[in-house]
């Protein structure tokens, strides 16, 4: 994981975040299919629930934003979109399809493998972050240590200088 100019760390992992689409989308869908099943049970009405689920998705990317995950405005606009196309199929053509306990079910295992997901993906973030803390002060000791040696440089230098003029 380098650095670029400027001090920018730049993540070479999978968790890293992309341009408009990356591996949290798969847990972005995942929400969407798990809210589609979830609010097959609360009667809403199509149209509440549907505004409902966006306002939910729109709420949880402002809420990225308030802590400071960095993300591309793309990113965040996929991040919704991809958990409104999943919720609207799952919703409207899924649910009514199959009965009250698959549905249960489905939710159940989805929203477990959606939350495990996203539990690795928060894992694998916090090591990066780790590491680019890591790597920020490993690298100011290097720079604090070479200013040191280039100034103990500088005054040998004018030093020997200094001698020569002497002598």
Same mark, same amino acid.
């Given at each position: *994981?380098?650095?670029?100019?400027?001090? #920018?760390?730049? !993540? $070479?992992?999978?968790?890293? %975040?992309?341009?408009?689409?990356?591996?949290? &989308?798969? /847990?972005? =869908?995942?929400?969407? +299919? &798990?809210?589609?099943?979830?609010?097959?049970?609360?009667?809403?009405?199509?149209?509440? &629930? /549907?505004?409902?689920?966006?306002?939910?998705?729109?709420?949880?990317? *402002?809420? %990225?934003?308030? /802590?400071?995950?960095?993300? $591309?405005?793309?990113?965040?606009?996929?991040?919704?979109? /991809?958990?409104?196309?999943?919720?609207?199929?799952?919703?409207?053509?899924? $649910?009514?399809?199959?009965?009250?306990?698959? +549905?249960?079910?489905?939710? +159940? =295992?989805?929203?477990?493998?959606?939350?495990?997901?996203?539990?690795?993906?928060?894992?694998?973030?916090?090591?990066?972050?780790? =590491?680019?803390?890591?790597?920020?002060?490993?690298?100011? #000791? !290097?720079?604090?240590?070479?200013?040191?040696? !280039?100034?103990?440089?500088? =005054?040998?230098? %004018?030093?020997? *200088? !200094?001698?020569?003029?002497?002598?």
């Amino acid at each position: *994981m380098p650095f670029f100019r400027g001090g #920018k760390f730049h !993540r $070479t992992d999978i968790w890293r %975040e992309g341009k408009w689409l990356d591996l949290w &989308s798969v /847990v972005h =869908l995942l929400s969407g +299919v &798990s809210l589609g099943l979830g609010f097959s049970f609360f009667k809403f009405g199509a149209l509440s &629930s /549907v505004v409902i689920v966006f306002l939910l998705l729109i709420a949880y990317e *402002m809420w %990225e934003a308030m /802590v400071q995950i960095e993300e $591309t405005p793309q990113n965040r606009f996929m991040d919704v979109v /991809v958990g409104m196309v999943s919720f609207l199929p799952t919703f409207f053509f899924i $649910t009514p399809a199959l009965a009250k306990t698959d +549905v249960i079910i489905s939710f +159940v =295992l989805i929203l477990l493998w959606n939350i495990t997901l996203a539990a690795i993906g928060w894992y694998e973030s916090r090591k990066a972050t780790d =590491l680019e803390r890591k790597l920020r002060a490993d690298l100011e #000791k !290097r720079r604090a240590r070479f200013i040191a040696n !280039r100034e103990r440089r500088r =005054l040998n230098k %004018e030093k020997r *200088m !200094r001698d020569s003029e002497t002598s």
